[in-house]
């Protein structure tokens, strides 16, 4: 089976303040893991993917096998970063989400 | 062309009537999905098509019909729906062979009154 756990469902910071969203899965094979965010009336996009190892927006996540986890960062927070974040485990044929964190970068 | 396209955007449907949901994407993605998104809750997955064939069904209820005529369309039929079904509807694609991202389709609101 597989699994995501995000253990924040809100996370409340200040403009410029460093940000951390935090995930953990389960999977018995080999993962991919995503972010995907949704903005405000907006469709749910894509933010990263652990293979790319990229820098999106200023956020970086990188996958810890040993401790199962993908948590997301960003070392300055910034206003319209707010939106809802979900992290996302690809397995065999099906991507499911965690239950997701609802960023809000306070001015 | 990058999206993936939903219609209608907003459905409000009475327990007895049939509609239709409709998704379409031009990426040549063989991977197409249903999602159902209640309010305040993340996506749950409903139904997978690999290839035109339906490969996943999540124990999704009888009242909720899959169809995928070609590799560009997916269809979700509806008939006898309640009023816990009311929710976002989402469609998305992807490529099958290799685990890239899903591309996300606006949503359905579905309403059943």
């Known amino acids: 089976a597989q699994r995501v756990t995000q253990p924040e469902k809100l996370l409340s910071v200040f403009k410029g303040a460093p940000v951390e969203l935090k995930c953990n899965y389960s999977?018995?094979?080999?993962?991919?893991l995503f972010w995907y965010v949704q903005y405000s009336r907006q469709r749910l996009q894509l933010l990263l993917r652990?293979?790319s190892r990229e820098s999106i927006k200023g956020f970086t996540a990188d996958l810890n096998k040993g401790e199962t986890s993908f948590h997301l960062k960003k070392p300055f927070a910034q206003e319209e970063d707010s939106a809802m974040y979900y992290c996302?485990?690809?397995?065999?044929?099906?991507?499911?989400f965690g239950q997701g964190t609802r960023l809000t970068i306070n001015p | 062309d990058t999206e993936v396209t939903q219609t209608p955007k907003h459905l409000v449907m009475g327990m007895t009537n049939k509609k239709s949901l409709k998704c379409e994407q031009h990426?040549?993605?063989?991977?197409m999905y249903w999602y159902k998104q209640k309010a305040k809750k993340p996506p749950e997955l409903m139904f997978v098509?690999?290839?035109?064939?339906?490969?996943i069904n999540e124990s999704v209820p009888s009242r909720f019909s899959p169809e995928c005529p070609n590799s560009s369309l997916l269809n979700l039929h509806l008939h006898a729906l309640q009023p816990e079904d009311s929710a976002l509807y989402l469609c998305?694609?992807?490529?099958?062979?290799?685990?890239?991202?899903?591309?996300f389709g606006q949503g359905t609101r579905l309403t059943v009154v």
């Open positions: 998305a694609s992807s490529s099958p062979t290799s685990r890239t991202e899903a591309f």
């Open positions: 999977y018995s094979g080999s993962p991919e």
């Open positions: 652990h293979i």
């Open positions: 996302a485990l690809q397995g065999a044929q099906k991507l499911v």
């Open positions: 990426m040549g993605h063989r991977a």
């Open positions: 098509y690999s290839y035109e064939k339906l490969s």
